[in-house]
């Protein structure tokens, strides 16, 4: 008989049916290893699969209570192997539930940062228009300074003028 998880004989670590005897054997009951020794499954498998493999060989039983044994030690297998899976399916519902909860904790936290997000946005494209309104004023600003500038110039050049002939009078009047 092949071991189907080490791939060689029936001995060893991995052997199925001391697994099996480990896993399913009632207390105080006893199960012979003349009947395990042609079991090449796992408990895993469960009680179907025990009655499916032994129901043809019956007859290979010394008793049918010995038959009766490893029939309820497969079903005892798939209770278990059942039981742990419904332990640890539920164990996984809890943390789904966990984490259901800390997302909904989580929710007024991401709303808030929504809003503050948001408020954020608005106060921006208010200084946007700000700077805008402020740009167009300064450029008004740079505008009126250019002209003054020009009125100015045109005010010294005037001066100018009217210093130069009041100096040639002046001169005139000297030459006179």
Request: hydrophobic share 35%.
């Amino acid at each position: 008989m092949v071991d189907p998880v080490s791939g060689g004989p029936g001995v060893g670590p991995f052997d199925s049916r001391k697994k099996f005897r480990e896993l399913i054997e009632p207390p105080g009951s006893s199960i012979s290893d003349d009947t395990l020794k042609n079991v090449p499954f796992f408990p895993s498998m469960g009680a179907h699969a025990v009655k499916k493999y032994f129901t043809p060989k019956w007859e290979e039983f010394t008793s049918y209570r010995e038959l009766e044994d490893v029939l309820e030690a497969g079903l005892t297998a798939t209770v278990r192997t059942t039981s742990l899976q419904l332990k640890v399916l539920g164990k996984f519902q809890t943390r789904m539930q966990e984490h259901q909860q800390a997302l909904e904790g989580l929710q007024p936290a991401v709303d808030s940062m929504r809003m503050a997000y948001e408020q954020l946005q608005a106060n921006l494209r208010e200084s946007d228009s700000n700077v805008l309104q402020l740009t167009k004023q300064l450029d008004n600003a740079n505008a009126v300074r250019k002209v003054a500038a020009e009125a100015l110039e045109a005010t010294n050049i005037e001066k100018r003028c009217l210093q130069s002939e009041y100096e040639s009078r002046e001169m005139e009047a000297q030459l006179l």
